[in-house]
């Protein structure tokens, strides 16, 4: 898909020459660093001839010609491809014991300067503002603190990420030839592609099913615990489970059932209608503990524990999600659903306690900074509203009240993607978001993003059709993906991926997901005005529908693919710097994770909605988070009436976010924007938001995205949006 490179052979330079073609000078070769020097071929020759040196051998200046006329250079060649040319060149003529003097002193100087390379990562990190910019390859703010547990499991990473992409492209190369894993490797190096968490060996994110777990403990996946029979030991082993499983992920773990089965555990220990008389006091010790203080003391045990750092996970906490359902999604999901003991859940007691459990983190937020779990709200709609208006007004009130989660809107009872419910297992909307959780036993295994941006961008200057382009990288992409799934195939053969042989998760019931990343930027490059207009709408769907075109044509009943615009904490950063170095059109320092400009103050909230509407998210299977950045917190009223918005508009997920401010003097936490402490004055005060769909202090963001979040326009709903 690239212009024909220029190429040459040494012994026929001197023809090159005077017949005004390239010569050497033309020629510039890309250093280990990635930097650019004028080719040299005297640095070559000196090489070789040291290389003989070193075993003793004399050489005179025509075999080392006729050593490099075996080589190839092109303009941008690699210090490395000149060296491995080399390499072969010295085989072909004979001199083997040169050659393998040459492989080992390539060898130990590979080790030196990866020496040198961490110690100097080494020194950055120590001396970087917080963990976040410290890191190299995948800045995390949930990384909240630098210390030598966080180095410690920064150093590898440089090696796992050579790792992989050793392990995929020979997969690659079995699959579909040596051609597609070097171009695979081109789009990679050059920025056209991004693999996401190429520094784990594990699979990405998933919604789990517990209930091996409920039935088995933690035996399956190699724990020791046996299966919870009471309310305490559901409350330990739940925290023990859930870091068991998120050690064998790289991103979240969802647990949709957690307060299903928290509800079933409490009624066997109080009974169904426990909820009734939730003041009862049940405690027997001096403390006198009532029904409801028994239930938020497992509230904050399993809380505050998986919010704690852990080893397993770099030092971060677990990205903990969980899922709450109004009437009819919970039937949907789980009207067939069973307990060991023969009982159904009992959704008056879960409804209760899905309310008890949301009051109370909205509070203990405003204790301490508590980002996880994630929380995502199930609404069913019709008609441009909920169906259930008991749940959909209680998530006003909640948002009234200043808590902050996410909320999913379908009139499909179908779209959240569960291994529960078979027709999901043949709906081509199966919604999985890589942030939130929702259905069950699904998530995604991989993630490959395109840099929409750059490469509508080159095929624009290079004269070629982008979709046409575009069509080919999407193409790419899903090879990989598949190649990706055959290795985990084979881990999995080899006993290596125990959630999936327990039944946490099904491996044909993830996704493989294709994720997008300077979608708006590309239509700015285009000439697009980024709002509500048919032309906008128009580019919109054509690339998102070209993706969706080749997951369905990739899909088969062992795969499936899905199309996310990504959260993009780390590579919107990385696109949007690696774009500018190379020349393209780079309008803002991080690339958008929405359909609008994030700093446009021109646009109004609804417009916002529609902007991730029904027409615009139509062939974004794995979804986009829309995240409403408000100055302030709105009425019940005017929630409720945002609800009615985003149902009209077919804006199917989404969060309102109001930065909360935390006194630095005091340690005060407000749901409200302030600038200065309302309980002591000072000024000192930092903010927790959402750096990309979890909560936490903009002081933890990396530089990068501390300059972005300091870009957002935060509109005044409160003067747009009537009762």
Not at 107 to 126: G, I, V
Not at 151 to 178: A, W
Not at 489 to 495: F, P, R, V
Request: net charge neutral.
């Amino acid at each position: 898909s690239f212009p024909k490179r220029k190429t040459f052979r040494f012994l026929k330079l001197k023809k090159f020459s005077k017949t005004g073609n390239y010569t050497m000078k033309d020629f510039a070769i890309i250093k280990r660093d990635g930097s650019k020097d004028r080719f040299s071929l005297d640095k070559i020759m000196n090489a070789i001839i040291k290389a003989f040196e070193s075993v003793n051998e004399d050489v005179d200046l025509a075999s080392v010609s006729k050593i490099v006329s075996h080589i190839d250079v092109f303009d941008g060649v690699t210090v490395e491809n000149i060296q491995n040319q080399v390499e072969q060149a010295l085989m072909r003529e004979g001199y083997y014991n040169v050659a393998k003097s040459f492989i080992i002193y390539r060898q130990l100087h590979s080790e030196d300067r990866e020496t040198l390379e961490k110690l100097k990562f080494l020194t950055d990190y120590c001396h970087a503002a917080n963990a976040a910019t410290g890191s190299k390859y995948d800045a995390n703010a949930n990384v909240e603190h630098k210390n030598i547990a966080t180095l410690i499991g920064e150093l590898p990473k440089s090696s796992f990420i050579r790792l992989n992409r050793r392990l995929l492209t020979d997969r690659i190369k079995k699959m579909y030839g040596k051609e597609l894993a070097n171009e695979y490797l081109d789009k990679l190096n050059h920025h056209f592609i991004y693999k996401n968490d190429e520094t784990s060996l594990a699979n990405y994110c998933a919604s789990i099913t517990m209930y091996p777990w409920l039935i088995g403990g933690t035996t399956s996946i190699g724990g020791n615990s046996t299966a919870p029979t009471n309310l305490k030991s559901f409350c330990g082993g739940f925290v023990n489970m859930v870091f068991m499983v998120s050690s064998m992920l790289s991103g979240a773990c969802a647990t949709p059932e957690f307060l299903m089965y928290l509800n079933y555990f409490i009624g066997k220990e109080y009974g169904l209608d426990y909820w009734e008389h939730a003041d009862k006091v049940v405690d027997l010790s001096a403390k006198q503990r009532t029904i409801d203080k028994m239930i938020t003391d497992c509230f904050e045990q399993i809380v505050y524990s998986i919010n704690q750092p852990t080893g397993a996970r770099n030092y971060q906490a677990v990205f903990w999600n969980v899922a709450y359902y109004d009437k009819p999604y919970f039937e949907s999901l789980f009207g067939e659903f069973i307990f060991p003991d023969g009982s159904k859940p009992d959704w008056n007691g879960l409804s209760w306690l899905q309310k008890r459990f949301m009051k109370w983190f909205n509070k203990e937020r405003t204790k301490t900074v508590l980002t996880f779990p994630v929380e995502t709200m199930a609404l069913l709609t019709k008609d441009g509203d909920v169906i259930d208006k008991e749940w959909g007004d209680f998530t006003a009130e909640m948002y009234s009240e200043g808590h902050s989660f996410f909320t999913y809107m379908s009139d499909n009872a179908d779209s959240l993607s569960s291994c529960c419910r078979l027709r999901n297992e043949i709906q081509d909307n199966g919604f999985s978001y890589t942030l939130g959780a929702g259905g069950v036993s699904t998530g995604s295994k991989s993630v490959l993003t395109i840099n929409l941006n750059r490469c509508i961008q080159y095929a624009v200057n290079h004269k070629k059709d982008y979709k046409e382009f575009l069509a080919h990288v999407i193409d790419l992409c899903h090879k990989v993906q598949m190649a990706y799934n055959e290795n985990l195939k084979d881990l999995q053969a080899h006993g290596m991926l125990p959630l999936f042989d327990a039944g946490y998760i099904n491996i044909s019931r993830q996704y493989l997901t294709i994720g997008i990343n300077g979608l708006v930027e590309a239509a700015e490059f285009m000439g697009y005005k980024i709002n509500p207009n048919d032309e906008y709408l128009h580019f919109v769907q054509g690339i998102l529908g070209l993706v969706e075109k080749y997951n369905k044509k990739y899909r088969s009943k062992d795969v499936m693919f899905n199309c996310e615009m990504i959260p993009a904490e780390n590579v919107g950063v990385k696109h949007a710097k690696w774009d500018r170095e190379d020349g393209y059109f780079v309008p803002r320092d991080c690339y958008n994770s929405y359909f609008y400009i994030v700093e446009d103050d021109s646009l109004n909230v609804v417009d916002k909605f529609k902007l991730h509407g029904a027409p615009y998210i139509e062939h974004l299977t794995g979804g986009s988070a829309l995240h409403m950045n408000l100055d302030e917190h709105l009425s019940k009223a005017q929630y409720r009436q945002l609800l009615r918005i985003a149902a009209k508009e077919g804006c199917n997920y989404f969060t309102f976010n109001i930065p909360n401010t935390i006194c630095n003097k005091c340690g005060h936490i407000d749901k409200r924007y302030l600038k200065k402490c309302p309980n002591c004055g000072s000024e000192d005060v930092d903010y927790m938001t959402r750096i990309i769909g979890y909560l936490k202090r903009v002081s933890n963001f990396s530089a990068a995205r501390q300059k972005e979040a300091s870009r957002r326009f935060y509109a005044n709903g409160t003067n747009e949006i009537k009762d």
